[in-house]
């Protein structure tokens, strides 16, 4: 027995389970992350001829592996949006992104740097790191399949789902400047990059982003729904791959022009779902996206797993721990409660949208790009230990709770509709 054909069994159960295992586990207080997580530690602790999971030593195949897990989620939660874009409709979102997630960033570097004694560029690139909630591993608290009725989005789902699909793109910046901190030699150094930053990283990369995904999405969107030739007219032939295809290449045109990708994937999903709302083949296209997500998803986690019983958190100390637990229980719900005061979200909405902050692969993205881009003076394992225990609380966390808060939710929705 060989570890290729140990590797293809694992893979092949894996997918397996991660079709089966949905319907079965709908109604537990927990997760397939949990689930997957959990299987990951298992057989990586059997005695079985399996690669070392080390994203330190495998630093360039984990950065592009996490890299596509997270744009196909971020097509696949463009595509199940069902509420337009309105100021008023998508206030939380803008609450979310515009105090929570520099707030959060700030919370955590200050964690970083006060109980770690990391440099001010290590401490904000743990910050930016960790601050953006998860398109991935969200999927729970998360809206669900296409729907004709905008008003089948609430807004603990929507909110979370819509900034889970902008907030990757938009940490991006702060990652960069993190990167620039490092290069600049810290807080001591010049601050001559922060010109540069402020115009290119900030300013120019967001817009183009955001334009290269309303292009595309208006282009892909007529050529689905509207084009002339019956042939071209991508919607009645409803095949499924299609998605995979724009989101590869809404992010191949961003990141050529200099743009983030992130953002042109999530933006295209979205304007491709307005081209046509009530089309069945957005049912399609996400059916697909989605199914390539969790298979995805669920080899990333069995990695993980294994990552974290392979000694991958031998360097995490008490306090690594600590900034970790402070950002899941108290920087992020406390932080996002505030912002969200007086906004759409109702009084029992507001601490649930603000609790579930979940963290997942867009940060072991981010750590695995920046750690290729600068040194930060602080070890690449210590920096792994930290994001990957604050991963594995956050899966644990917010698993075993997600399906009660939110069934809770549900039935309170369901009592005032026949109030």
């Known amino acids: 027995m060989g570890a290729s054909d140990v590797i293809f069994l694992i893979a092949g159960g894996g997918a397996l389970l991660a079709a089966v295992l949905p319907a079965l586990v709908a109604r537990w207080p927990v997760s397939l992350p949990m689930v997957f997580l959990a299987g990951g530690m298992l057989v990586y602790l059997a005695p079985l001829p399996l690669p070392e999971p080390d994203p330190v030593a495998y630093r360039t195949a984990f950065t592009h592996i996490t890299e596509v897990c997270v744009i196909v989620s971020l097509m696949g939660a463009g595509l199940a949006l069902n509420r337009p874009f309105r100021p008023r409709a998508w206030s939380s979102t803008g609450r979310l992104l515009a105090v929570v997630l520099p707030a959060t960033t700030l919370a955590v570097a200050a964690a970083a740097y006060g109980l770690l004694g990391w440099p001010v560029a290590a401490a904000l690139l743990l910050g930016a790191v960790l601050s953006p909630t998860d398109p991935v591993l969200a999927s729970d608290v998360q809206v669900g399949e296409p729907a004709d009725a905008e008003q089948d989005d609430d807004e603990v789902r929507f909110s979370l789902t819509s900034e889970a699909g902008l907030n990757d793109g938009l940490a991006f910046p702060l990652v960069y400047a993190a990167i620039a901190l490092a290069a600049a030699g810290g807080a001591g150094g010049s601050f001559s990059w922060v010109g540069e930053w402020l115009a290119v990283d900030l300013l120019y990369r967001c817009a183009a982003g955001a334009v290269t995904g309303l292009l595309m999405g208006w282009a892909l969107g007529r050529l689905f729904f509207r084009a002339d030739s019956p042939s071209l007219r991508l919607a009645e032939r409803r095949e499924g791959y299609v998605a995979l295809a724009t989101t590869l290449t809404a992010y191949g045109v961003a990141e050529i022009i200099g743009g983030y990708g992130f953002i042109a994937v999530f933006v295209t999903a979205c304007t491709i779902r307005a081209a046509e709302r009530s089309h069945g083949y957005h049912g399609i296209l996400h059916g697909f996206i989605e199914q390539t997500e969790r298979l995805l998803t669920v080899w990333l986690l069995l990695l993980l797993g294994g990552f974290v019983v392979s000694g991958g958190l031998g360097a995490l100390t008490w306090r690594g721990a600590a900034v970790g637990l402070l950002l899941l229980l108290v920087f992020r719900p406390l932080i996002a409660w505030l912002a969200l005061h007086r906004g ?76």
């Open 344 to 419: 759409p979200a109702g009084p029992r909405e507001r601490p649930v949208i603000a609790f579930f902050g979940i963290r997942g692969v867009g940060s072991l993205f981010y750590l695995a790009y920046a750690l290729g881009h600068a040194d930060f003076g602080v070890a690449a394992e210590t920096l792994w230990a930290v994001v990957a225990f604050t991963l594995v609380a956050s899966i644990f966390l917010h698993g075993l709770t997600s399906t009660v808060a939110l069934s809770w939710l549900d039935r309170l929705r369901e009592a005032r509709a026949r109030a």
